[in-house]
């Protein structure tokens, strides 16, 4: 997803089609939403090769993403408060399994 430019987790100058990909949306739900992040100043777009529009986090957009985590942050150690450090190593392990692809 639109990540900040120096974290190497984000895709800095991903295209929309990418990026609504990457947020279960359609090209068109996501154009309107990056639409209203660029008049936040939160976003901004750039051109790419060809035709391609490439997304960047402004500073301001960057600082939001960041609070952002800490609040997701927050939210998940309450979640998860009740089940101890093993507890919490084996249910990632489950849940990596889901993800993994059928053999």
């Known amino acids: 997803m639109l990540g900040q430019s120096g974290d190497g987790g984000g895709a800095p100058g991903a295209s929309a089609r990418e990026l609504a990909a990457a947020t279960f949306q359609t090209e068109q739900a996501f154009g309107t939403l990056v639409g209203r992040l660029t008049a936040q100043g939160l976003v901004d777009r750039r051109p790419g090769r060809g035709r391609r529009i490439e997304h960047h986090l402004t500073g301001a957009g960057e600082r939001v993403l960041e609070a952002g985590h800490t609040v997701a942050d927050a939210v998940l150690e309450e979640c998860f408060a009740g ?13 990596q399994r889901l993800n993994e692809p059928a053999v």
């Open 83 to 95: 089940l101890g450090e093993e507890e919490r190593a084996v249910l990632l392990k489950l849940l």
